[in-house]
């Protein structure tokens, strides 16, 4: 029995032995962080795994980079990054023993592997939130970003970043929506803007305009609550297409110190004075049965009423189709705000699968002498 106690203590030694050698290294290991502590924070957290972005004006982008040193034998990859949120955004680096980085995949890639980090070389996760886009403001926000990695000294990790938006006012409606414009005619809209709770800001007046852009700013109490009312006109005649413009306010933290600005943002379509509903007239036709379709035509600018003069079908359609059109509410001089004009074919159809033209409405109006109505015809 007594020849059996070396061998046995030679198993155990062995067994000890592999146990230590599979234990080897501690995987991806948090490096404590460094610089100036951010607004709002007065001492730093002792967890390395968190980050406090403090108080965060709206509309700033912050950022905090967490450094993790591989203190594997081996290389250790990043195969997964999972944000908490949708404001942010997670960024993978390597950075070297010899200085030199190494660009981690975007961590919505397929790949297997998002990041190789080397035995000793640190991986870098750059957490960057935009404030602008976040949902949650004026109270406290908590954001978790999930690691996996292959190392089996530590599959998982989560970084931790906590963040408060300040957001002195809330807009209402939150933009300047002119929605579509008539070229001719000009088009305004209005916000409400009120403090939040908590915040003592005040505006102070409107900065400079973005040309084209007239504007007014008025302040009232609402049961002991102040509320601006900005107004903003867009000035006729004005370019088609869409128009986007930011309005800044001037605010005051305390009487004569300035305060952070606030934007406002304008947007508008620039159309054309006149429109249709619908905009063309499209319909499919049997070869057998006549069919038709119908729109409404009408001005977009206020109290602008119409006197149709004649319709005219494309020559190359007029035995085809024909069309008519008609006052909806006309006044004793035979002029309406909106007229209806429908379109019919007429039988017999030729071969063509497909017509396809414009009408053109002659107006007795010298800024609108006509209106083109486009319509697209499907034979069967």
């Not at 961590?107 to 939130?129: D, R």
Request: charged fraction near 20%; include cysteine; proline fraction near 9%.
């Amino acid at each position: 029995m007594s020849c059996c106690r070396p061998l046995l203590l030679a198993l155990l030694l062995a067994v000890s032995g592999a146990s230590c050698a599979g234990e080897q290294g501690r995987g991806l290991v948090l490096l404590p962080g460094e610089g100036p502590l951010p607004a709002g924070v007065t001492e730093r957290d002792p967890r390395l795994f968190y980050h406090d972005f403090g108080h965060v004006p709206d509309g700033d982008t912050v950022v905090r980079v967490f450094q993790l040193r591989n203190e594997d034998p081996v290389d250790v990859a990043i195969t997964r990054v999972v944000p908490g949120c949708g404001c942010t955004v997670a960024s993978l680096r390597a950075r070297l023993s010899d200085g030199s980085v190494v660009p981690g995949e975007p961590i919505s890639s397929k790949a297997e592997k998002l990041l190789v980090i080397p035995p000793l070389a640190l991986a870098e996760v750059e957490v960057k939130i935009a404030t602008r886009d976040m949902a949650t403001k004026n109270t406290d926000k908590l954001i978790t970003i999930g690691l996996t990695t292959d190392s089996p000294n530590g599959y998982f990790l989560n970084l931790e970043v906590h963040i408060f938006v300040e957001k002195p006012f809330h807009v209402v409606p939150a933009a300047l929506a002119l929605g579509r414009v008539p070229v001719n005619g000009g088009g305004e809209a209005g916000v409400e803007i009120v403090p939040a709770p908590g915040f003592t800001q005040v505006i102070s007046e409107i900065l400079a305009l973005p040309a084209g852009v007239r504007a007014e700013l008025a302040r009232e109490e609402r049961q002991g609550i102040p509320v601006w009312t900005l107004r903003a006109v867009l000035d006729p005649p004005l370019a088609l297409g869409p128009r986007q413009e930011t309005l800044r306010l001037a605010t005051e933290s305390a009487p004569g110190v300035p305060g952070r600005e606030i934007e406002v943002q304008l947007t508008a379509q620039i159309v054309p004075d006149l429109s249709a509903e619908p905009e063309r007239l499209v319909f499919a036709a049997d070869r057998a049965l006549s069919r038709s379709a119908s729109t409404e035509v009408f001005s977009l600018l206020a109290g602008h009423r119409l006197r149709v003069t004649a319709l005219e079908v494309p020559e190359e359609h007029r035995a085809q189709l024909e069309a008519s059109v008609e006052p909806l509410e006309p006044d004793d001089g035979g002029a309406s705000l909106r007229w209806k004009v429908e379109l019919r074919t007429k039988l017999p159809l030729g071969a063509e699968p497909l017509l396809t033209g414009k009408l053109v409405l002659h107006l007795d109006d010298p800024q609108h002498p006509s209106f083109e109505l486009p319509y697209a015809v499907h034979v069967k």
